[in-house]
């Protein structure tokens, strides 16, 4: 009688477990020391919505919009709490949160049609536009930031859909040969 508020009560500790992956992930040194990932807030922030896009592909090839539901919830508590540590004002907060989620979609949209496309240039076309013009000198290591997402899609696609619902994900370690 009870299991639809059992599986919500899942679905938010999958979710929080899920994020706390994704942004463990989107922190490795690799991508700002090696790769040219600018150690910004735009930069730290551009790398989160990135792995959160790539998890929420692997949630949608498994057909859970509602665990992808709550781990875009999980986001945008994240951001909300994050905007008020950095003293954005309470009357701001909402419309800052509403900007990060289009943000969200539009990187949703842009580096899934690079990873779609059979032409490699698509996603570093992706890449560039989102992450290069954060770096201003023109030091993004755009083909091994590629390489990554094709083999974190790739990690992701294999992962069984049971350990998604876990609230576990082995990403690839950027720093690996393959990438």
């Keep these: ?38 150690d910004s807030a735009e930069g730290r922030f551009e790398m989160l919505v990135l792995h959160l896009v790539l998890a929420m592909r692997r949630l949608s090839q498994a057909a859970d919009e509602d665990l992808q539901r709550v781990l875009t919830e999980t986001f945008v508590i994240d951001m909300d709490d994050a905007m008020r540590e950095m003293t954005v004002g309470d009357l701001a907060v909402p419309r800052h949160v509403k900007r990060t989620v289009a943000v969200l979609h539009d990187r949703h949209t842009l580096y899934g049609k690079g990873l779609d496309s059979p032409e490699p240039d698509v996603l570093a076309n992706a890449v560039s536009a989102r992450l290069g013009g954060l770096t201003g000198s023109g030091g993004l290591d755009t083909a091994a930031i590629c390489a990554y997402l094709r083999t974190a899609t790739l990690v ?13 994900i082995d990403w690839p370690h950027p720093d690996e040969p393959e990438c």
Excluded: C, E
């Design 1 to 38: 009688m009870l299991t639809w508020l059992k599986r919500k009560r899942d679905n938010r500790r999958s979710a929080r477990s899920l994020y706390g992956s994704i942004v463990t992930q989107s922190r490795q040194s690799a991508f700002y020391a090696h790769w040219g990932v600018p």
């Design 156 to 168: 992701l696609a294999a992962t069984p859909v049971g350990k998604l619902f876990d609230g576990q």
